[in-house]
């Protein structure tokens, strides 16, 4: 990010996080360390960027901005082409020169607004599919615990009904589900 920054001097950048007041930045980027109201400076940002170079399962920096309307760019790492879609640009990890260019076309005034308005949409249609899919996966793995409880009680022929062994079974299933639901 930072070496995309210096070749783009009419941009200005933000960095949050701790231990980013330690980098040697260029003139055009401000560390701001670690904040607790990053939701608040989206407001003052066009873009926001994910330049990581390690996986990550999904980028809570993207979605948050891309909710706020910004522009996501981000390196091609765990879910980012996903959550990016067509909003936004992916570029390879590791390539300053790519992420440059980047964000020069995103942050182009003919590309800006359209992508900005696109950012949202985009985002609540991948939203709703994860839910979907979550909802899938939680039936699968109901489905799953209340077959084993199943099969443990007939192990053990605790002599209770099969019935009253299935309905127990759906009851630790939905409590599950609700523990998981809260995290």
């Known amino acids: 990010f930072l070496k995309a920054?210096?070749?783009?001097?009419?941009?200005?950048?933000?960095?949050?996080?701790?231990?980013?007041?330690?980098?040697?930045?260029?003139?055009?980027?401000?560390?701001?360390?670690?904040?607790?109201?990053?939701?608040?400076?989206?407001?003052f940002a066009d873009i926001v960027v994910s330049s990581s170079a390690?996986?990550?399962?999904?980028?809570n920096i993207l979605a948050e901005g891309m909710?706020?309307?910004?522009?996501?760019?981000?390196t091609d790492v765990g879910d980012a082409r996903l959550i990016v879609g067509d909003t936004g640009e992916i570029v390879p990890v590791r390539d300053p020169d790519a992420l440059a260019r980047a964000l020069s076309r995103v942050g182009a005034p003919?590309?800006?607004?359209?992508?900005?308005?696109?950012?949202g949409r985009h985002l609540?249609?991948?939203?709703?599919?994860?839910?979907?899919?979550?909802?899938?996966?939680?039936?699968?793995l109901a489905a799953l615990l209340?077959?084993?409880?199943?099969?443990?009680a007939r192990l053990l022929d605790v002599g209770h009904s099969e019935e009253q062994d299935r309905l127990v079974g759906r009851e630790r299933v939905l409590d599950l589900l609700l523990v998981l639901r809260q995290r």
């Open 67 to 74: 909710s706020c309307g910004l522009v996501p760019v981000a």
């Open 54 to 59: 390690f996986a990550e399962g999904f980028s």
């Open 124 to 140: 609540e249609v991948v939203g709703r599919a994860i839910t979907r899919q979550r909802r899938v996966l939680e039936h699968e």
């Open 146 to 152: 209340v077959d084993r409880h199943e099969r443990i």
């Open 110 to 119: 003919s590309e800006l607004a359209a992508r900005k308005a696109r950012s």
């Open 5 to 43: 920054m210096r070749m783009l001097p009419a941009f200005r950048g933000l960095l949050v996080g701790a231990g980013t007041e330690t980098l040697d930045l260029p003139d055009n980027v401000r560390a701001l360390g670690l904040r607790t109201d990053v939701a608040r400076l989206y407001r």
